[in-house]
């Protein structure tokens, strides 16, 4: 016969050390307070958000025009240097103009003119050669009335005209 151990065993179970069916004894022990429960705290449900395709889709068309906006900024400025480099360009150019206006006026020789046109038959023009014309007489604008007509009227006058157009056009 198989020798029994003084615990009982059941495969995978732990030890049973009460084997006559009594339970553990309780321990007092004398000072110790009674064990109080502590509050639970809540715990605090974390639920997983999910990114919805419209926001992201709107994220993205955010961010396309944002970029639109930095472009724009960046061809503004270069519109601006280049509209200043112009300028600059011009103040240069119409300095000059002023020097080379003196220059051309510099070289005009009023004698050789008067010299050539003598050669060729011109001279002082006479009494008889001059006109005088009277221009007293007081400026004034004329302002038409204008026809006010409908809108039927003005598509009707609009068809009259391309078609009388397209005739034209075609002979």
């Known amino acids: 016969m198989a020798r029994r151990n003084q615990y009982d065993m059941d495969g995978s179970v732990a030890y049973n050390l009460y084997t006559n069916g009594s339970t553990a004894p309780e321990i007092q022990h004398p000072g110790l307070p009674e064990e109080r429960q502590l509050p639970r ?6 639920a997983k958000t999910a990114v919805a395709p419209v926001a992201v889709l709107g994220m993205m068309v955010v961010a ?4 639109l906006v930095v472009f724009g ?34 070289s005009i020789d009023l004698d050789y003119i008067e010299e050539r046109a003598t050669e060729l038959g011109l001279g002082v023009p006479t009494r ?23 809108l039927i009227q003005r598509i009707l006058q609009a068809i009259r005209n391309s078609a009388s157009g397209l005739v034209e056009y075609l002979s």
């Open 41 to 46: 705290k809540r715990q605090r449900v974390k």
């Open 64 to 67: 396309c025009m944002l970029i």
């Open 128 to 150: 008889e050669q001059t006109v005088y014309l009277n221009l007293s007489g007081s400026d004034r604008a004329e302002i038409y009335a204008v026809e006010k007509t409908n």
């Open 73 to 106: 900024y960046v061809q503004l400025y270069e519109a601006t240097e280049h509209v200043s480099d112009l300028n600059s360009e011009l103040t240069a150019l119409q300095k000059e103009q002023v020097v080379l206006e003196s220059l051309y006026e510099g």
